[in-house]
């Protein structure tokens, strides 16, 4: 029984959008977690040191040592749920490719996981995050291939050329 979703891509690609269809497809209650769920916890001074996380104005994102401590901490809290019997979905952006990915295998062990990579042309990213209006231009560009780089996947999907409904009912079918 798949006891963890992991949905990665870069910024804008449409994986919050697919998390909430899952949430409504799948016939099991599913918690989502995902990377902004943790930069929001965060106090707002990890956003203005070296060693939280920074946002340069051209979209590229910069994590320093505090902010890897947490998110260390963060991982394994999300597995510890998850092994307490939470089915859960994690919204990500693999910023360090095959690395990210790592982190979080290591802390899911043995759970029963379905690695998701949610594809996005880089233009196309890009008009949404102006669209948003609440994303630092540049970051859906910068990150929309980078974040898969090394990553290996159960199953891609690819917002692009799907809406998240359509993508989200391709995942389920594959969630046993």
């Known amino acids: 029984m798949t006891q963890v979703i992991v949905l990665n ?30 930069v929001e916890a965060m106090p707002a001074s990890m956003q203005a040191s070296d060693g939280g996380i ?4 051209d979209g590229e994102v910069v994590v320093g040592p505090e902010f890897r401590t947490l998110e260390a901490a963060w991982i394994e809290g999300v597995a510890a749920m998850a092994r307490a019997g ?7 952006v693999f910023l360090g490719g095959a690395d990210s990915q790592q982190r979080w295998q290591k802390a899911l062990g043995e759970l029963r996981v379905l690695w998701v990579g949610v594809r996005c042309d880089g ?15 540049g970051m859906a560009a910068s990150q929309a291939d ?14 692009a050329h799907a809406e998240s409904m ?9 969630v046993k």
């Open 123 to 137: 233009a196309v990213a890009a008009g949404r995050e102006v669209a948003r209006g609440d994303r630092i231009t």
């Open 166 to 174: 359509e993508c989200a009912r391709i995942i389920a079918v594959h």
């Open 54 to 57: 920074e946002f340069a104005p």
């Open 86 to 92: 939470a089915r859960v979905i994690i919204d990500e």
């Open 146 to 159: 980078v974040v898969h780089q090394g990553v290996t996947y159960d199953l891609e999907v690819d917002t």
């Open 9 to 38: 891509g870069g910024s804008s690609s449409g994986k919050s959008g697919i998390v909430r269809c899952l949430q409504a497809v799948l016939p099991d209650a599913w918690l989502a977690f995902g990377t902004d769920t943790l």
